[in-house]
Nanobody
């Protein structure tokens, strides 16, 4: 069982920045593909972006150029840097560790973009 824990959510004004952090347990963290998802009430959870074990990244169109995913394998960490935040980015953000055919979720962290 892999434990995944997110942190760093909060309230930020439109145009502001926030960095989310995620840690996943296991000595093989460097082999995990890691993803960030978000969900708003009444909607399906959507993929924000992911970073492969090799460091390649993919983003959904709505966050391209504003969000950046990075990882620190030495410390079992993955980050989501969010810049130029918009009210529509308000959601619960979830980290997901993808290990072969399995996915392990964190509990989520709330991000609210509002003036």
């Amino acid at each position: 069982q892999v434990q995944v824990v997110e942190s760093g959510g909060g309230l930020v004004q439109p145009g502001g920045s926030l960095r989310l952090s995620c840690t996943a347990s296991g000595s093989m963290f460097g082999t995990y593909n890691m993803a960030w998802y978000r969900q708003t009430p009444g909607k399906q959870r959507e993929l924000v972006g992911l970073i492969t074990s090799g460091g390649s990244t993919v983003y959904t169109d709505s966050v391209k150029g504003r969000f950046t995913i990075s990882r620190d394998n030495a410390n079992n960490m993955v980050y989501l840097q969010m810049n130029s935040l918009k009210p529509e980015d308000t959601a619960v953000y979830y980290c997901n560790a993808k290990i072969q055919l399995l996915g392990f979720w964190g509990q989520g962290t709330q991000v609210t973009v509002s003036s």
